[in-house]
Every structure is written in structure tokens, then in C-alpha cells.
Nanobody, 125 residues
Framework: QVQLVESGGGLVQAGGSLRLSCAAS????????MGWFRQAPGKERELVAA????????SYADSVKGRFAISRGYAKNTVLLQINSLNPEDTALYYC??????????????????WGQGTQVTVST
């Protein structure tokens, strides 16, 4: 099992950027497929980006393609989510998730074993 802690959220104006970070403790982070999810009030939790355990393949939700970028920071045992061109619809609690069973990209919420507590992103107009 791995412990995940997200950071980097905050209040930002529309059009702005944030970089979210997910720090892990436990096993070597590179052994895990990782995902970033978000959940807005009254809505279901949804995947925004994922990265594979094996070759760094990534996957993005259509709504964030070209604006969000997921990457690994091996030196700091972190996974980053760079989010640009924010709009109010991006307002949500953002979670990172990890799983060590699959080699490829994991896009289904139920396939992730470990979750962080989330970091709030609020975008104002």
C-alpha cells in the first residue's frame, strides 16, 4: 500500500494555471500506475488524467486534453498535474490515485486501490 498526499490546489482566476502534486510514501512510486480524478459538488468523481506504470503512456479526459499534463517526478517521488487555461467548470476536489497491479494506463475509478484526501481547485470568473 502507498500513502498519497495531494497539494497545490487553490483559488485561481479563469485562464490561470496551477500545478498539483501528489507525494507518495511506501513502495517505489514508479511501481504504480497513477491517476488524477476530480469531483465537483453534486457530480460523480471523474478521471482527468492517468499515466501507466510501465512506459509512461498517458490518457486524458476529452474535456482537459491540451490543457492538463500528467508527469512523474522521480526525484521527489511525486506525480504532477499541470493544469492550464482553467475555467470555472474545472472547479472541483482533485484526487490522486495509485494501483500496482496493471502495467498499462488505468482509466476506471474502481481499478485504483489507493487514494489521497484531495486538494481543492476553485476557478473564479
Amino acid at each position: 500500500q502507498v500513502q498519497l498526499v495531494e497539494s497545490g490546489g487553490g483559488l485561481v482566476q479563469a485562464g490561470g494555471s496551477l500545478r498539483l502534486s501528489c507525494a507518495a510514501s511506501g513502495r517505489t512510486f514508479s511501481s504504480y500506475a497513477m491517476g488524477w480524478f476530480r469531483q465537483a459538488p453534486g457530480k460523480e468523481r471523474e478521471l482527468v488524467a492517468a499515466i501507466s506504470r510501465s512506459d509512461g503512456t498517458t490518457s486524458y479526459a476529452d474535456s482537459v486534453k491540451g490543457r492538463f499534463a500528467i508527469s512523474r517526478g522521480y526525484a521527489k517521488n511525486t506525480v504532477l498535474l499541470q493544469i492550464n487555461s482553467l475555467n470555472p467548470e474545472d472547479t472541483a476536489l482533485y484526487y490522486c490515485a495509485a494501483d500496482d497491479r496493471a502495467l498499462g494506463v488505468i482509466t476506471r475509478i474502481y481499478d485504483y486501490n489507493d487514494w489521497g484526501q484531495g486538494t481543492q481547485v476553485t476557478v473564479s470568473t
